[in-house]
């Protein structure tokens, strides 16, 4: 049995919508999982999207999306990339002066084309999890100590005009005093814009970063406490008259998805005992890339448990989808359940490896 479960019900967005200040608009990270149904379900509550190719802007646009709701961000896009973005109207935002020169050139209308600038701060960002890269060297956005030379070579093209900002720097976060800790800095390299280089900001993208519970000792993230800090960090921040936007892409889809697959067999090695899965690193690669495991049950077997190395079918001892505590009695046959395995979890995976099957994917409303 390969399944992947997933549910594309609007609660989890209204329930994030409603806890957030007005002046902080909702965008939804498709790269965490780009499936139809639940890209129609944001479409229909309002949501705005956070693209990051070509595909993932004719996905949204499939879905119903439009561009006027839709900021694109990569730290290489292609020519295909910008072009995608510019014909469906999204808001750009640029990774480096290479992107607005192509923008320049790309951009035909009278109207300079507005776009925001992703910068890496040089401090005040701590990551638990290092996904998107804290403080240090990064492939994305422009280093925070060269913004000021970029702003002034970006001034020097006619047909772009910076008008917005990008920081996310962090990912992954239960502490919503560390999320708000983040935000800070995004506003304080926003005023710095604002007061060197006289830019009136219109949007301030604070990125995404939810975090989820993967392990049952971790707290949920208490999103109220997340929604009233940002309600003070605009009202700290007088000078800036534009919009927040959030675009977390974890929090909303993890929870909706659950991943299945079967025992093939049990055994013990030098004192590790593994459970070999049918499906491994070709369906969840995430434990892999992070060292963390996604919360495993057991289905129809409990009593007491031992700790389990979990192995996939793939002909590399990389193929580990993590660890989980289960039943000691497990055997071939046991269906082990994957939860939070709607975001980045098939999706991300290298399922042509090995030719192995892939699994079903099943929606439910
Ligand atoms: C630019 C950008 N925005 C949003 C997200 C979504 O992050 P998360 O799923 O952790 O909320 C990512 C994730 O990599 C990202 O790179």
Same mark, same amino acid.
Not at 134 to 143: E, I, T, W
Not at 314 to 319: E, G, M, P, Q, R
Not at 349 to 355: D, E, G, P, T, V
């Given at each position: 049995m390969l399944r992947v479960l997933a549910g594309h019900g609007p609660e989890r967005y209204r329930r994030l919508r409603a806890a957030l200040p007005a002046r902080v608009r909702l965008a939804y990270a498709v790269k965490s999982n780009p499936g139809a149904p639940l890209l129609e379900t944001f479409v229909r509550e309002g949501a705005w999207f956070d693209c990051a190719s070509a595909g993932e802007i004719s996905a949204v646009l499939g879905a119903g999306g439009t561009g006027s709701a839709m900021v694109v961000a990569g730290p290489a896009k292609t020519h295909r990339d910008l072009q995608a973005a510019l014909y469906a109207g999204a808001r750009v935002q640029v990774d480096g002066i290479e992107d607005v020169a192509r923008l320049n050139e790309l951009h035909t209308e009278e109207a300079p084309l507005r776009v925001s600038v992703r910068v890496h701060p040089a401090s005040g960002i701590v990551e638990g999890t290092s996904i998107i890269g804290? %403080?240090?060297? %990064? &492939?994305?956005?422009? $280093?925070e100590e060269q913004l000021d030379e970029f702003l002034q070579m970006a001034a &020097?093209? $006619?047909g772009v005009l910076i008008t917005g900002l990008q920081v996310f720097a962090a990912s992954?976060?239960?502490d919503p005093g560390q999320l708000l800790a983040n935000h800070r800095t995004a506003l304080r390299i926003a005023q710095g814009m604002h007061e060197r280089h006289g830019i009136d900001l219109e949007l301030i993208d604070i990125g995404g970063g939810l975090g989820v519970r993967y392990a049952a000792n971790e707290p949920s993230l208490d999103i109220h406490a997340l929604g009233s800090g940002l309600g003070r960090l605009l009202d700290a921040n007088p000078w800036f008259a534009g919009e927040l936007l959030l675009e977390p892409g974890r929090w909303l889809s993890a929870p909706v998805g659950i991943y299945l697959t079967r025992v093939v067999r049990v055994k013990e090695s030098r004192g590790v005992r593994f459970a070999m899965l049918e499906g491994g690193i070709n369906h969840l690669l995430r434990p892999l890339l992070t060292g963390q495991s996604f919360p495993v049950t057991a289905l129809d077997r409990e009593g007491d448990t031992t700790s389990y190395t979990l192995a996939g079918p793939?002909?590399?001892?990389? $193929?580990r989808v993590g660890t989980a505590e289960l039943p000691v009695d497990l055997q071939a046959g046991d269906v082990l359940a994957f939860g939070q395995t709607g975001a980045y979890a098939y999706t991300q &995976?290298? %399922?042509?490896?090995?030719?192995h099957p892939v699994p079903d994917q099943h929606w439910w409303d």
């Open positions: 804290g %403080s240090g060297p %990064s &492939a994305f956005g422009v $280093d &020097a093209y $006619d992954n976060e239960l793939l002909c590399t001892s990389l $193929d &995976a290298m %399922s042509h490896f090995l030719s």
